[in-house]
Every structure is written in structure tokens, then in C-alpha cells.
């Protein structure tokens, strides 16, 4: 196997932009993370990596459904007081499921019925879930809701909403480490919904390990002595794809440990149980840990053999590993995922706090549909105006229908 000279690439964001590095490898893949090479990794970049060998729903229609939302006495509604989904669009989800905080739990609504998430579940006419909490943040949202809730599979036509980010906006602020946890988090929430559960190899599930391993959570497996190794094969079936790991992360002094992930024999990251960015995760409801997303381009399609070994004592967790093996935008009853920007909100300052937040946004959106996964952003970004509000954060009635309205036009 070839190698290039190693070298560690780490993760910048500017001082000023706080817009995310872009570092491309030497198989020409984008790269990009918070803390490293890739999404949440320290890698060790530049490195050309050879594949150990090569390989390789019927919906029906149903009437257009409308739901209907209040007004109020202020805000406006744009030309429809309905959220309008197609015949076509309904046929094609058979399950919602809401994840977000207050905002997705319809604070600021006169009533549950004219929350966003509602109306746009009313409008889809079929099975949907709404798990949100006042108060969340990505983190939360990553360790306690998505994670435990969603198995997304390749022909089972799922939508996940995702909506995020005003408490890590408003509560931890602008700097880079609250956008960087944020961001983390975030990344390995989207992943975890539009990766079909056939293209990952859950902690949980891998046979080929060392004694010391334990399972941990729903999908994963943990070690706390130095020296335990896993290992298992991915198979990469298109060129340019990048190898997805997702891990627990914790405050710093909680006990967490370090291990190094190997492709074919060749250390290519340092993934670390101890939260790197320089803020602790520790939000507004109490979670102080989650789960982060690291990502390593691949080269050639083929079969990869992955490997990770702890390096230093403490807890380590593997979530999963895995490959997007499909173009999933194009292929009917895959998982999808349409995550609508952090909302505007009554302060100016805070607005641009909020703008930082979905820059980042836009470039890992970008990053996820770039391996493959059905992720669309919602731009809510701008849509609610003074009068939609009820208090700084929350909308009304009005600006509900606004943020279903555009959650639908998204689909």
C-alpha cells in the first residue's frame, strides 16, 4: 500500500467569517470539521488510501391535503392561510418525525394544532412524531432524541425535520466553540437520519474485538482500558465517498479516553471522548455529553478494512461507521431529511449570532449531500417578520404558518 507523507491538518475557523475549512486531500475529496480533517476528527491528512478488493416501492396517490392555520391579530401569512403538500409528496412519505426544541414544540401557538410541525404533519396526512423539548440544544438533541428514536432504512420513505440551534445561539453564543458543538452535534444527528441503517455497522453489532468491549447506549460499544481494538470491513461502491464515525463526547474532565482510527492498516485519525473545541457541551438542560461525527475520505470503490484501537485509558464509545453507498436524493422510500435554518428572533444582535450559525449551516448541508445523503435545507432563516413574534424567540400563530408553509415548499 502507498502512502504519502502524513501530516495533521486541524480544523479553523476564522476569527472573523467563523466559516469552516476546506482541506482537500490528496484523493481530491473535500474534507472539512471542527476539529480536524473531516467532521469532528484529528486526522492525519494527505494520505492516499487502497481498497483491500472491488465489489458491488410502490407508492399510491391520495387527494391533495391543506391545513389550515390562525392568522392572529399581527404578522402576516404570505398569499395562503394553508400549508399545501402534493398528492405526489404525500404518496411518497409513509412516517414523520419532528426533531427540534421549543420552537418545533410550538411554544409561541395559540394551540398544539397550530404549531409548524403540526400543520405541515396535517398537511403530509399521515404517521408522524414530534420529539422536541423546550430548551434543547444540538447536543440534547443528538444524545436524547435522535439517537434512541430514529432507524432510518432504505425503502421505508421516512421525513425527518430538523430544526436547531436557537439555544445554542441565544444560551452558549457566537464564539467558536459553541458553533463548533453545535455543529458536531448536528453533523452526527443528520448523518445518523439519512445514512439507511444497511450502509452503517453499529458499535453494537461488530464480532471482531478485544475483550474489553461493552455495549453502550441503543447502538454502541465502549471500552475504558487502553489497548482494546475493533475491527471491521466497509465496502465503498462509489469513488470520492468519505468513511462516517460517530462517537460519544464528553466534558472535559468526565474520564474520557482517546483512540485511533486505522484504514487498511494506516492510522488516519485520532478521535478523542473529551470535547476539544475549546467549550464545554453542558447545556441549558442539564446533557453533558453527546454524540460528535468524524469523516475520512476514501479513494477508489472498494472494500476498506477499519480498525480502532483506545490508546489511552478512559471511556470510548463507537456509535457507528459507515459508507453511503447510494445517491439517495434519486432513489424512492430513501430516508430524507429537510433541516430548516435557526429562525431569526427579535434581537438584531442576536441575528447575528444566528448568521454565523447558519453559514455553518450551508457548508455542512452541503458536506453530507455531497456523500450521497437526501438532505435539504428549509430556508426559515428570514421568514418571520416583527409581527410574527410572541416574545424575542418564539412565533406566533402567524409565523408557525410562515415556518410550515416554507418547511412544505422544501419537500
Request: proline share 5%; aromatic share 6%.
Amino acid at each position: 500500500m502507498h502512502s504519502t507523507r502524513l501530516d495533521v491538518v486541524p480544523f479553523l475557523l476564522h476569527p472573523r467569517s467563523r466559516t469552516a475549512s476546506i482541506v482537500l486531500s490528496a484523493a481530491g475529496v473535500l474534507c472539512m470539521g471542527l476539529t480536524g480533517c473531516g467532521i469532528g476528527a484529528v486526522p492525519i491528512a494527505h494520505t492516499t488510501i487502497t481498497p483491500t478488493s472491488t465489489s458491488t416501492a410502490t407508492t399510491t396517490t391520495s387527494p391533495t391535503t391543506t391545513a389550515s392555520g390562525s392568522t392572529g391579530s399581527t404578522g402576516t401569512t404570505g398569499s395562503s392561510t394553508t400549508v399545501n403538500v402534493s398528492a405526489a409528496e404525500q404518496a411518497a412519505i409513509a412516517w414523520t418525525t419532528n426533531f427540534g426544541d421549543s420552537i418545533t414544540a410550538g411554544w409561541g401557538s395559540s394551540a398544539p394544532q397550530l404549531a409548524y410541525a403540526a400543520l405541515l404533519d396535517t398537511a403530509l396526512a399521515g404517521p408522524n412524531a414530534n420529539l422536541s423539548r423546550a430548551g434543547d440544544q444540538a447536543a440534547d438533541m443528538a444524545r436524547l432524541w435522535v439517537y434512541p428514536n430514529a432507524m432510518p432504512s432504505l425503502g421505508s420513505a421516512q421525513l425527518f425535520t430538523v430544526m436547531i440551534g436557537t439555544n445554542d445561539a441565544y444560551v452558549c453564543g457566537g464564539s467558536n466553540g459553541c458553533i463548533a458543538n453545535w455543529y458536531q452535534s448536528l453533523a452526527a444527528s443528520l448523518a445518523w437520519l439519512a445514512v439507511p441503517s444497511a450502509d452503517k455497522v453499529q458499535g453494537n453489532s461488530i464480532t471482531q474485538r478485544s475483550d474489553g468491549w461493552t455495549a453502550d447506549l441503543k447502538a454502541g460499544i465502549a471500552a475504558t482500558a487502553a489497548g482494546e481494538r475493533l475491527s471491521f470491513p466497509v465496502q465503498q461502491t462509489q469513488t470520492g465517498r468519505s468513511l462516517l464515525v460517530a462517537y460519544r463526547v464528553f466534558d472535559v474532565g468526565a474520564g474520557g479516553g482517546e483512540a485511533t482510527l486505522s484504514i487498511n492498516g494506516q492510522p488516519v485519525a485520532t478521535l478523542s471522548a473529551q470535547v476539544a473545541t475549546g467549550q464545554a457541551i453542558d447545556t441549558k438542560n442539564g446533557t453533558s455529553d453527546t454524540i460528535f461525527l468524524a469523516s475520512v475520505p476514501l479513494g477508489e470503490a472498494g472494500q476498506y478494512d477499519v480498525a480502532l484501537t483506545t490508546t489511552t485509558p478512559g471511556f470510548f464509545s463507537l456509535q457507528w461507521a459507515g459508507v453511503s453507498t447510494g445517491n439517495y436524493a434519486t432513489m424512492p422510500a430513501a430516508p430524507r431529511v429537510v433541516i430548516g435554518q435557526v429562525t431569526s428572533t427579535g434581537s438584531a444582535a442576536l441575528n447575528a449570532t444566528v448568521d454565523l450559525y447558519n453559514a455553518q449551516l450551508t457548508q455542512l448541508v452541503a458536506a453530507l449531500a455531497a456523500e450521497g445523503l437526501n438532505i435539504k435545507i428549509a430556508p426559515t432563516a428570514n421568514v418571520l417578520q416583527p409581527g410574527d413574534f410572541t416574545d424575542e424567540l418564539h412565533p406566533n400563530d402567524a409565523g408557525h404558518l410562515l415556518l410550515a408553509q416554507t418547511f412544505a415548499a422544501s419537500l
